[in-house]
């Protein structure tokens, strides 16, 4: 399937312009101190003293060669399947670069969505603290779509478009003219995700370069997510019961989109002729098995929508039914 080199999007973006400055800035907030009185600012300096630069800091590889696996495949849910089982070494590891090829365009997308989102709200946030902080997400975020878009270069093949959902909750956050509303998607639902996905790539990564870059990705994203808590807490706080309910349910619905949105497993599947009944059903049975690791990949997400309120009681009965919660 051909894919277009670019999307377009038109929005109305409803700002804001501070005139107070006011800021003690005599504080060492980089160390921690005053972190009660000024938590955004605190952020703020770790941001300006942490950065990177995803050219020179990560060790590029030169060796171009695939012979090994990109991630463990102790945990690749086609494991135990006959016609993935028999398959030779070499095919397997072939159709396991494809499968992480599309895991890691998934996440470029997913990057370069942040990033755009982090420079709406640079204007739309109601302080300068907050925008301040704002306008380091938007270098951090461009930092990880150099490092992805440059991995993916190196691995070779076509970098195809985001899934059908991502594009969906990438679309609908920038159209979106309430800015604590971009800020859910930005913060707690992206970040929170890509948090999970990052911790879990540094477990089963072998490829030097991303294991390297996966820890400074990380403590990137720990700021984005601890800013996004911070901020909203007060801000939810003050919302009716109807309000809240909703941004809950936007959540909640994009993940239900999110969860199986690339199919990779059903592409391999037909890549390959094998029976797709078969494969759902080794599937299904894979998840039931091994349901912690599901739940894993969304704890931080729980996390975060309750640290800020966002699971009120129906979402929770909603992700104990998408066996997100225990």
Not at 107 to 121: D, F, N, V
Not at 216 to 243: K, N, P, Q, S, T
Not at 274 to 279: H, S, V, Y
Request: a neutral charge; aromatic letters at 8%.
């Amino acid at each position: 399937m051909l894919i277009p080199n670019s999307s377009t999007f038109r929005t109305e973006i409803h700002g804001v312009i501070p005139w107070d400055y006011s800021q003690d800035y005599s504080q060492d907030y980089s160390q921690g101190h005053a972190h009660d009185r000024a938590p955004i600012h605190r952020l703020y300096e770790l941001a300006k003293a942490n950065q990177w630069n995803a050219n020179t800091d990560v060790h590029w590889q030169t060796d171009d060669s695939l012979d090994a696996f990109p991630c463990s495949e102790e945990a690749n849910p086609l494991r135990g399947f006959p016609d993935y089982d028999k398959l030779p070494e070499a095919e397997r590891r072939r159709l396991s670069w494809w499968q992480h090829r599309l895991e890691m365009t998934e996440i470029l997308h997913g990057e370069q969505a942040a990033m755009l989102i982090a420079s709406q709200l640079v204007s739309c946030l109601p302080t300068v603290e907050a925008k301040l902080f704002a306008s380091t997400q938007v270098v951090d975020e461009a930092r990880h779509v150099e490092f992805f878009s440059r991995y993916l270069t190196r691995l070779g093949g076509d970098i195809s478009g985001p899934s059908a959902a991502l594009l969906s909750l990438i679309q609908t956050s920038i159209a979106e003219r309430r800015w604590d509303m971009k800020f859910i998607a930005c913060q707690i639902l992206i970040e929170s995700l890509a948090m999970a996905r990052f911790q879990e790539l540094r477990q089963r990564a072998s490829v030097p370069e991303l294991r390297f870059a996966v820890d400074y990705i990380l403590r990137d994203e720990a700021r984005h997510v601890r800013f996004g808590v911070e901020f909203l807490r007060e801000h939810l706080a003050a919302l009716d019961a109807a309000a809240l309910e909703e941004r809950s349910s936007f959540v909640l619905d994009n993940v239900l989109k999110l969860a199986n949105s690339l199919h990779l497993y059903d592409r391999i599947g037909v890549a390959k002729g094998w029976d797709p009944a078969e494969l759902r059903r080794h599937l299904r049975r894979y998840r039931l098995q091994h349901p912690e690791q599901n739940r894993q990949r969304f704890r931080q997400l729980a996390l975060n929508m309750e640290a800020v309120g966002l699971l009120t009681a129906r979402g929770r009965e909603r992700m104990k039914k998408m066996n997100l919660l225990a």
